[in-house]
């Protein structure tokens, strides 16, 4: 499904991947775990195509398809979803407004018929029941006034109806108490399939025990410096990122 | 209400309009009140009276107000509806340009000079008015011009919405004058939707006087207009008083709008409630300039005057200057302005989901402008408004499907 080649990306003339390969295969769910400032979060961005982050080398394919030559949009039409790490309010914009704009523009761009008013409230109703969004909050501006960890909520409501076929989490765990954890990790089990493939980017171990990926890799310095199992991240959990930095100096 | 009315007669105050105007002359960028709107423009050209020609654009009526008048280049075209609301002489007599200030506005002078036809609107003490009353100006040709005068005259406790539309084809130039007075306890709500040819100039001059506790709400729309000033004067002369000035201006091209307003605050416990944004795109620029004075015997005054824009592109320009003269110190009064841009991380998040850039940022416009446009009461005109602002700035403004267009 995604297939990122020697990837060298950063930001205002900084580069934070220093050649980043990795492939996920369709069905997979991978988390990618490391230290801060290893670049976790520029590989979200560049792979959502945030403006400002530019990629000088290397290669993503999506689906066979040259991803980095996608705009923004048609990326998210292709089926590539961020929940980002910081979502961002934006006052008098109407939540269900918002989202059925997008999940159409996604479906029509997929070949599938457009959701009318009245099969998008459903769809949207379902979704929230899983994870726990107040039906009030759909009539708000998004994000507005919304807690931290409702905005994470958000993030996976949204992600489960525009039913992304990969969705990359951006430390989506990141200050969220374990009940919110849970709910998080509900809604990510809840797309899970042979069909969806799932990229969990995150500093620790905890979701991880609710969101049991296939594969672990640890990010450091711009690459890919180890990978394992589920096992790696409970390693990681207990040692730390120290014996892995160590492991990489002593290997250059 | 207080309204002395003595010998005032008619052709006596055209005619000094019209010899002060020749004292005052058109403004100039000198003057401190004009100096961000150049209308040396409108000196030089040889203006004209015209005879009404265009048709009525059926999509700019309101077949749902109450009453309707129509004028085309100034001239009364049409008249429905409005039993007990058009008055008689003489209350045009004794209202007609009493409060509106010809001694010191050109403008207003040049109007009251050369003013044939207006809406005359009086609500009885006590009367509310259902609905709505629209008021439909169409200028049509280049090198006419038309002087509206309007008076609502708002008895004792009673309630009413009047709707300005100004709308044409061609270089023509609007001046017009409207002149409310609320009464004891009055509400008025008027609305000015301003979508003139983008070759036109509008000079609108609204003159509110409030006795006490009347509420007034303004709610100023430039959507349109190649020049466009619109003067808002507000008296609150009577206790208790309440004043909301609501405005919005969407600009694009090398439209040029300076909204110019004033809030005197005479007597104490009033409240003034003052909100302009401004969104301009391409070359267009837009203008602020709004003071608040509160008087010495004016106590417990509460004021808040902001102004917020929104620039769409490198080459638009817009000045803001909010301004208090507070000469008492029992009041309550805050005033601010801010200049930004599109939120860019707005504009990835929606993007991010699938949103086209361009209706992103017709969303974002849209939620910007939408403060002002939701708290319009009058369902037509709000529609009306969207839709006006889409066919506007095309390139910004996104579909809405589902919506009555």
Known sequence: MLDIKNLHAGIEGKEILH?????????????????????????????????????????????????????????????????????????????????????????????????????????????????????????????????????????????????????????????????????????????????????????????????VPDFVHVLAEGRIVKSGGKELAEELEQRGYEWIEQEVATAR | ?????????????????????????????????WRYTNVSSLAKTPWRRAEPSASVPEKSRHPEAAAELVFVNGNLVESRGGQGIVASRPEL?????????????????????????????????????????????????????????????????????????????????????????????????????ECESLAASHIATLQIHQERSSSVTSRQISLGGGLVRNEVNVALAGEGASVTLDGLFALTGTQHVDNHTVIDHVKPHCTSLELYKGVLDGKSRGIFDGRIVVRE??????????????????????????????????????????????NEEALFYLRARGIEEAEARSLLVLAFAGEIIDRMKVDAVRTHVRRVMFEAMPQHLPKRPGETR
């Open chain 1, 19 to 211: 050649g980043l390969t990795l492939h996920v295969g369709t069905g997979e769910v991978h988390a990618i775990m490391g230290p801060n400032g290893s670049g976790k979060s520029t590989l979200a961005n560049v792979l959502a195509g945030r403006p400002k982050y530019e990629v000088s080398s290397g290669s993503v394919t999506f689906e066979g398809k040259d991803l980095l030559a996608m705009k923004t949009e048609e990326r998210a039409r292709e089926g590539v979803f961020l929940a980002m790490q910081y979502p961002v309010e934006i006052p008098g914009v109407n939540n269900v407004y918002f989202l059925k704009a997008a999940v159409n523009a996604v479906r029509k761009h997929q070949g599938l018929e457009e959701y009318d008013a009245m099969e998008f409230l459903q769809i949207a109703r379902d979704k929230m029941k899983l994870v726990d969004l107040d039906e009030a909050f759909i009539n708000r501006g998004v994000n507005e006034g919304f807690s931290g960890g409702e905005k994470k909520r958000n993030e996976i409501f949204q992600m489960a109806v525009l039913d992304p076929k990969l969705a990359i989490l951006d430390e989506t765990d990141s200050g969220l108490d374990i009940d919110a954890l849970k709910i998080v990790a509900n809604g990510v089990n809840t797309l899970r399939s042979e069909k969806h493939s799932v990229l969990v980017i995150t500093h620790y171990q905890r979701l991880l025990s609710y969101l």
């Open chain 2, 1 to 33: 209400m207080s309204v002395a009315a003595p010998e005032h007669d008619l052709a006596t105050v055209r005619e000094q309009a019209a010899q002060r105007f020749m004292q005052l002359g058109w403004p100039t960028t000198q003057w401190e009140e």
């Open chain 2, 297 to 342: 015997g004016a106590q417990k005054t509460s004021s808040r005057q902001t102004n917020h824009n929104l620039l769409l592109s490198e080459t638009a320009i817009v000045d803001s200057k909010p301004t208090l003269e507070i000469l008492n110190d029992d009041v309550k009064c805050n005033h601010g302005s801010t200049i930004g841009q599109l």
């Open chain 2, 93 to 193: 007599d004794r209202h007609f340009a009493r409060y509106a200030d010809y001694q010191r506005h050109p403008f207003t002078a040049l109007n009251t000079a050369n003013s044939t036809d207006g809406a005359l609107i009086v609500i009885p003490d006590g009367a509310v008015v259902e609905g709505f009353i629209h008021i439909l100006f169409v200028g049509d040709g280049d090198g006419v011009w038309s002087h509206p005068h309007n008076v609502i005259v708002a008895g004792r406790n009673s309630q009413v919405t009047v709707v300005e539309t100004y709308v044409g084809t061609g270089a023509y130039f609007t001046n017009t004058v409207t002149e409310i007075v609320a009464g004891d306890g009055a509400v008025v709500d008027h609305y000015k939707i």
